[in-house]
């Protein structure tokens, strides 16, 4: 009888790894599976940054990032994303706002994309020294540029 | 000799048979997990995951017979049919009643039944510009939507479009296929006047030649409507496309295409356009031009970072 009880429980382990086995397979199939998962990767991610240390300018700009961003996405895709460099968010933020409709201005989109450039440079610091390692010389100069001219800017 | 077996078969039938208790050998879990493991992958691959097809295939012996295996000149219409359908249907429609505003319907067409090297030319090369079909007026414009097709299978396709939906026109052959797409290559830009143009004006070839602007509007200045997207009801225009791409990120993003459209209105119809996948339409050179002509329509004297 115990043996009985034991070896069901065992049944319903191995259907349940079975299912999971053939679930995974089955996402594998599907078309582009890639960039999905990166996404869902990001997502799955905190949803907000705590900036209670930012500077008063760089917490008012998270301000307009939160709303404005949340409209398509969750504000976990942009938070836990592996876009660190200036001219990466840069063009992220212009494919973003030029979608028709996205309501977000130049003067929106300048403050989002100055709050991820001052935010990578804080909270994701590694991963950008590591990125700036990787750069060209002449990325690495203009990139850094970019960093100090807005850390100037919310810093004083 | 006799006494001795009696008493052993004796001694044997005072011994109480017993049962005991013990393990499943692991080799026979091991083994179940394995199988169980593989029986729910043939499931996840055969099963149809119970779509009504799998499990009611048919409901009359006459739907039967569509599934049995056709030989000659039927599994040919078979074949030229699904053609039809992935390749001209979605514009023209399964019934060849075409669409408002997208495209000229096929039944009862004079082009369709005209001379076979008028006819091959719209697949081939696209058409765009003024035309009277049936006694209506269309302007619009066509992709070379048959280019990559071959000689028999855009041959089964016209012979198809020819002889249905009360058409009575003659089979095309692949020979005349042949032919017509000879006639028509002397008119294409041949690979020395490619060279001797900028990649802007090349990427503006392509452009034109794959009907971008059918969506993106012309020179990608502005997208046609597209109900219920999300993207305020509207195809993108393209005269931003250097500021949020490099030229890798717009190559993959063209290649792969986007099919899901996001939906202003959750409950909301799908959107009717979307991004096609071209990577297994257009060729390598061509994809590697039209990048440099759509960066080249961003608008002059913008900053192009914040």
Redo the contacts between chains.
């Keep these: 009888m115990?043996?009985q009880n034991?070896?069901s429980v065992?049944?319903l382990g191995?259907?349940t790894?079975?299912?999971l086995?053939?679930?995974v397979?089955?996402a594998a199939d599907s078309?582009?599976a890639e960039?999905k998962a990166r996404i869902e990767r990001f997502e799955k991610g905190a949803l907000t940054i705590d900036v209670s240390k930012y500077p008063g300018g760089i917490r008012d700009n998270y301000e307009v990032f939160s709303t404005k961003c949340t409209q398509?996405h969750k504000l976990s895709r942009p938070i836990n994303c592996d876009y660190v460099m200036?001219?990466e968010w840069?063009?992220?933020?212009?494919?973003m706002m030029?979608?028709?409709?996205s309501g977000i201005d130049t003067a929106d989109?300048?403050k989002i994309?100055?709050f991820l450039v001052y935010d990578s440079s804080v909270r994701k610091k590694t991963m950008l020294d590591d990125k700036l390692a990787k750069a060209t010389a002449e990325d690495k100069k203009a990139a850094e540029a970019k960093i100090k001219e807005v850390r100037d800017k919310y810093d004083k | 000799m006799s006494d001795e077996l009696k008493s052993t078969s004796c001694e044997q039938a005072d011994v109480e048979p017993t049962a005991t208790?013990s393990?499943?050998p692991i080799w026979i879990?091991v083994l179940?997990?394995i199988l169980?493991?593989l029986?729910?992958?043939y499931?996840?691959?055969h099963s149809g995951w119970f779509d009504q097809q799998v499990y009611a295939p048919f409901n009359s012996a006459e739907e039967l017979a569509r599934y049995q295996p056709q030989s000659g000149e039927a599994a040919m219409i078979t074949h030229s049919k699904a053609v039809y359908e992935s390749v001209c249907g979605t514009c023209h429609g399964s019934d060849g009643l075409g669409k408002p505003n997208q495209a000229p319907l096929l039944a009862g067409s004079e082009w369709v039944v005209k001379d076979i090297q008028s006819l091959v030319r719209i697949p081939q090369a696209g058409l765009n510009g003024p035309i009277q079909v049936a006694g209506h007026d269309w302007n619009l414009s066509m992709a070379p939507m048959g280019a990559g097709l071959s000689d028999a299978d855009l041959a089964g396709v016209l012979s198809y479009i020819r002889q249905s939906w009360g058409n009575k026109g003659g089979a095309v052959s692949a020979d005349d296929v042949k032919n017509a797409r000879t006639a028509i290559s002397g008119n294409a830009p041949s690979a020395a006047d490619l060279a001797k143009m900028t990649p802007v004006e090349r990427g503006h070839a392509v452009f034109q030649k794959y009907g971008c602007f059918q969506c993106h509007g012309p020179d990608g200045k502005g997208?046609v409507h597209n109900t219920n997207a999300?993207?305020?009801?509207?195809v993108?225009?393209l005269i931003?496309v250097a500021?949020?791409?490099?030229k890798d990120?717009l190559k993959k993003f063209i290649m792969?295409g986007e099919?899901d459209i996001?939906r202003?209105n959750l409950a909301g119809p799908e959107p009717p356009h979307f991004m096609p996948s071209w990577g297994s339409i257009i060729s390598s050179n061509e994809l590697d031009d039209l990048p440099s002509f759509l960066f080249s329509l961003k608008l002059k004297g913008e900053k192009?970072?914040?």
């Design positions: 115990i043996n034991r070896f065992f049944l191995a259907a790894l079975a299912l086995g053939a679930g397979a089955r078309l582009d960039t398509c200036p001219d840069s063009r992220y933020v212009k494919r030029h979608k028709p409709g989109g300048k994309y100055e | 208790n393990a499943v879990i179940t997990l169980l493991f029986g729910a992958v499931f996840d691959r997208g999300k993207t305020a009801e509207q993108p225009s931003y500021d949020g791409y490099t990120e792969t099919r996001p202003m192009s970072d914040f």
